[in-house]
């Protein structure tokens, strides 16, 4: 049974960091795709980041380019989210998401974690 399991969330000010990490379990995840959603109150899902397999490609949501960076480890099967510079409007839960093909879409994924939860204080 496949399992993502994501830590790293909580409180922060305005301005702050925090280290979003997830990590799969269940199967072997070679050359598929990982990356983060984020769902705030009352909005639909939205695309954050995806890391290709061998971690040279990466795709950001033009709202957390520059702030955000995507990585993973492979032998650890997890992957992370840095936030930086965080805003208000990063208040969301965050999850992971595992595919089989390159996605900025909900449609794309094939596994999903049940999320941690970002609130960022003005």
């Known amino acids: 049974q496949v399992q993502l399991v994501e830590s790293g969330g909580g409180l922060v000010q305005a301005g702050g960091s925090l280290r979003l990490s997830c990590t799969a379990s269940?199967?072997?995840?070679?050359?598929?795709?990982m990356g983060w959603f984020r769902q705030a109150p009352g909005k639909e899902r939205e695309f954050v980041a995806a890391i290709g397999w061998s971690g040279r490609r990466t795709y950001y949501a033009d709202s957390v380019k520059g702030r955000f960076t995507i990585s993973r480890e492979n032998a650890k099967n997890t992957v992370y989210l840095q936030t930086n510079n965080l805003k208000p409007e990063d208040t969301a839960h965050y999850y992971c998401a595992i595919s089989g093909v390159v996605f900025t879409t909900a449609e794309g994924v094939d596994y999903w974690g049940k999320g941690t939860l970002v609130t960022v204080s003005s």
């Open positions: 269940g199967r072997t995840f070679s050359n598929y795709v």
